[in-house]
């Protein structure tokens, strides 16, 4: 199975700051890893999908890329309604599996 | 854009059943892959298992497989999982969602509240 590692577990950052969040997989997955936020008590929402497209409604602070092994998501211009866990998620071999996510929290 | 509602979650004995359902609507059911996904209490995600459009192809995580089937009936715009022999590890919020169908690839694009499922004796 592949892996999916993101890093940093947990981030403290203010409202308007340039927030950057990596998955490395444990192996090629070409460009096939999408984004998901969530926030507590709810469902994730998609984000980006296919590395980099960003999914309808989502705001154009969110933007997604990388490919092979190394993914970011980037918010350029955090906002309070951002503070939330993000997880990656790789579709590979009929058997998808998430990241271990990331909590983005308020300093 | 769709809703996603789950029902038949609660609590359960360790090796009993239950029986997830999901309706569907404001969407073309008949046409969208399907999956269950699973977080258990204060921890990541996990997918359980995926069946397509027709009904035909199903896949399954390999914590689940063997014991869960999945199932969908079109003329009603229902999805659902038959959860057997239950261990206390499958106790968490259960997901319906729906793929978004892009080329094949399995992205995740509506989601239901969840049920909750509870394993204990």
């Known amino acids: 199975d592949i892996q999916l590692t993101q890093s940093p577990s947990f981030l403290s950052a203010s409202v308007g700051d340039r927030v950057t969040i990596t998955c490395r997989a444990s192996?090629?997955?070409?460009?096939?890893l999408a984004w998901y936020q969530q926030k507590p008590g709810k469902a994730p929402r998609l984000l980006i999908y296919?590395?980099?497209r960003l999914q309808s409604g989502v705001p154009s602070r969110f933007s997604g890329s990388g490919s092979g092994t190394e993914f970011t998501l980037t918010i350029t211009s955090l906002q309070p309604e951002d503070f939330a866990t993000y997880y990656c998620?790789?579709?590979?071999?009929?058997?998808?599996?998430f990241g271990g996510g990331t909590k983005v929290e308020i300093k | 854009q769709g809703q996603l509602v789950e029902s038949g979650g609660g609590m359960v004995q360790p090796g009993e059943s239950l029986k997830l359902s999901c309706a569907a609507s404001?969407?073309?059911?008949?046409?969208?892959?399907m999956h269950w996904v699973r977080q258990a209490p204060g921890k990541g995600l996990e997918w359980v298992a995926f069946?397509?459009?027709?009904?035909?192809?199903?896949y399954y995580g390999d914590s689940v497989r063997g014991r869960f089937t999945i199932s969908r009936d079109n003329f009603n715009n229902t999805l659902y999982v038959q959860m057997n022999s239950l261990r206390a590890e499958d106790s968490a919020v259960y997901y319906c969602?729906?793929?978004?169908?892009?080329?094949?690839?399995?992205?995740?694009?509506?989601w239901g509240r969840g049920s909750l499922v509870t394993v204990s004796s």
């Open positions: 192996q090629d997955i070409n460009i096939y």
């Open positions: 998620q790789e579709l590979s071999n009929y058997h998808p599996t």
């Open positions: 404001d969407f073309t059911f008949r046409t969208s892959g």
């Open positions: 296919a590395a980099y």
């Open positions: 069946i397509a459009h027709d009904g035909i192809n199903k």
């Open positions: 969602v729906k793929d978004l169908g892009y080329g094949g690839h399995w992205y995740f694009d509506l």
